[in-house]
């Protein structure tokens, strides 16, 4: 335990890794703290106004929450994957939704050209 491996200390995947982590933590401090308290300013406004908070504040607040967990859960090493933009579940799901709005919009315009066919 007291040794220090030379090739574990240059694994690449190690110094990605940091790399990525230094960008998170710079995007959490510089720009989702100070958008956050922007928010809770805006969010504020609209109750204070209407009396109501604004749906669409609520929307971009809880994607907000769910980009820092995700951040901070790979900053502390909870998880190995990558937070939004690198993450390449939110890729497949996209991707998926792609291929069947696709197949959805393939399959409307079959039933049209039969409608067309038959009349």
């Given at each position: 335990?007291?040794?220090?491996?030379?090739?574990?200390?240059?694994?690449?995947?190690?110094?990605?890794?940091?790399?990525?982590?230094?960008v998170y933590s710079l995007i959490i401090e510089i720009i989702a703290l100070p958008l956050i308290?922007?928010?809770?300013?805006?969010?504020?406004?609209?109750?204070?106004?209407?009396?109501?908070?604004?749906?669409?504040?609520?929307?971009?607040?809880?994607?907000?929450?769910?980009?820092?967990?995700?951040?901070?859960?790979?900053?502390?090493?909870?998880?190995?994957?990558?937070?939004?933009?690198?993450?390449?579940?939110?890729?497949?799901?996209?991707?998926?939704?792609?291929q069947e709005i696709v197949a959805e919009s393939?399959?409307?315009?079959?039933?049209?050209?039969?409608?067309?066919?038959?009349?």
């Amino acid at each position: 335990m007291n040794e220090i491996k030379k090739e574990e200390l240059l694994k690449p995947s190690k110094w990605i890794r940091l790399l990525f982590m230094v960008v998170y933590s710079l995007i959490i401090e510089i720009i989702a703290l100070p958008l956050i308290l922007i928010l809770i300013v805006l969010q504020f406004l609209f109750h204070l106004i209407s009396g109501s908070p604004n749906n669409q504040i609520k929307n971009i607040t809880n994607w907000l929450i769910d980009f820092l967990k995700e951040s901070f859960e790979y900053l502390t090493y909870k998880t190995e994957q990558k937070p939004f933009p690198f993450d390449q579940d939110d890729l497949v799901e996209s991707n998926d939704d792609i291929q069947e709005i696709v197949a959805e919009s393939s399959d409307d315009l079959s039933s049209e050209e039969e409608s067309k066919i038959s009349n």
